[in-house]
């Protein structure tokens, strides 16, 4: 394929802050119907990538 990402890509991206809890990158999930999250830290760099297997797992691992 020859398409660029940028082409292709979701826009705008869909992110959240680093501090933000486990419950709302769920909530957020759910509202968006989205997958996956890129975490920013509060210079907005991404540090990380929040998939809805790792909610699912950090859930599981708590009293909710």
């Known amino acids: 394929l020859e398409s660029k990402v940028g082409e292709v890509m979701s826009s705008p991206a869909i ?3 680093a501090d ?3 419950l709302d990158a769920a ?3 759910l509202k968006r119907k989205v997958h996956r ?3 920013l830290d509060k210079q907005q ?3 990380g990538i929040v998939t ?3 909610v699912f797992r950090a859930l ?3 009293e909710v």
Request: overall charge neutral.
């Open 15 to 17: 992110t959240l802050p």
């Open 20 to 22: 933000k809890t486990v």
């Open 27 to 29: 909530a957020l999930m």
């Open 37 to 39: 999250i890129p975490i």
């Open 45 to 47: 760099h991404v540090v």
């Open 52 to 54: 809805r297997t790792d």
């Open 60 to 62: 599981e691992s708590q």
